[in-house]
């Protein structure tokens, strides 16, 4: 069928309210058209590419008019294959199912929290829940003694080597299993790291701002710390050499890769340079790359430690965020003897991460389904940082739109609220969220806030940034927002 509604919806256009969406004009169209049954029952929609292409707007905004037909019982989705027409005698069973699977479905039940901004997590409703059931389902019939024994302190061989062959293919890393260790989630590998390599006393170079949990692992290791700015362009090279010759530090801590909290890329150029400091200045870098799928345009740079010849880097690859957060699965990239090291902690520690997880996981990943979800995720997520970046324009508020990541860094007005006196106020509306200072190895950045737009669905995204805004907003003696400041729709 020839699907033009060019003139309809620039028709549209003129007499729509100002803040309504174009995606919202794209939905009324298509559903005028079901309404006229212009398609047959289980007919076959135009793909998102082919109806972007024809009504000249982008892909992801007739992806959320899809979704909505979808949430709203009027189309159903066939994987691989695209969008058909749900039969009209299905529609009221289809909602209802809905609605049902999401009252008793514990994987959707969210925090107290309504509007929760503080955690860099990917909401459970976008993640492949049905097929990881199948998956632990079909590990038992693979592996019928997975709960009748440990895995090795290094982890699964089988998974081990598949990660090894993805990382040739993705990340230009060259290593074989004996090179990598799988350990419960990216925090214990960062501990385990410092533990291993770094004793009291010893200068540890951390980014400023950097992944929280981070700074707490090397302070309890009695690190001293010294903070590295890291900015849109990366780092400040002269000036992070002239640290390392003067300070002589054990180690670096970076996130390079849609940085915790910034979203900030190093680029390819300071990449190499930093694994010729590494090795100039025999400083250890671990390298934190637990956000690397998620992009929105052009996949990262490689990561750091394929630059490395000397074995100065310590590539820590997490899955947790995004793939399978209740498996809490990473992996460790370390040459030897550095290995046999880590090796001993891990011991220590657990014996070894869980073997059912693994399995489970292995099966994921050596499936074409962790590709088509990766695709997905990025389009739902990418939606999700343009709805909260729409509201926060009402405001006076700056910040870098990233390219990648679960969140943006933003910094406050000079005049308004301090972040711990924002989530203050805004805590009493049920909206929270990560301010600066925890993300500072100074304790400072008191006028930063980390907001996660992974979490929570647009929605809620729409409703919590307006009323955080107006929290922002609000008198210090009467509690009431000031005028000129309300928001708008709010």
Known sequence: MNFNVNSQLHSSQRSIQPRQQLFRQVYDLLLEKLAKKEW???EKLP???????ELGIHRLTVLKAYQL???TGRIYVKEKSGYYVLPEKQREGHIRTNVDAQRSDPSTERPVQPHSFSQALVDPALLPNRYFSEYAKKVFDLYPKVLSTYSSVQGDEELRSVLCRLFAQTHQLHLTADDLLITTGAQQAIDIIARAFVQRGDVVLIERPTYHAAITIFEGCGARLIPVDIHPDGYDLPHLETLMRQHEPRMFYINPTFHNPTGYTVPVQQRKLLAELAEQ???LIAEDDSFRDIYFGEAPPPPVASYDTDGWVIYIRSFSKYAAPGLRVAAVCVQPPR???????KYQMDNGAPLLNQKVFLLYLASER???HLEKLRIALEIRKKAMEEELRAADWTWESPQGGLSLWVRLPAEGPSAEELLRRSA????VFSPGNVHDPMRELRDYIRLSYSFVNEAEIQVGIRRLVESANLSPTTGIVRSSERIPGS
């Open 69 to 71: 037909l979808k949430e």
């Open 47 to 53: 793909s998102v590419r082919i109806l972007a292409e």
């Open 428 to 431: 009493e509306h049920g909206i």
């Open 370 to 372: 962790l590709t088509g």
């Open 339 to 345: 290995m046999n090291l880590l090796l001993q902690y």
């Open 40 to 42: 047959r029952e289980h």
């Open 281 to 283: 200045y025999q400083c």
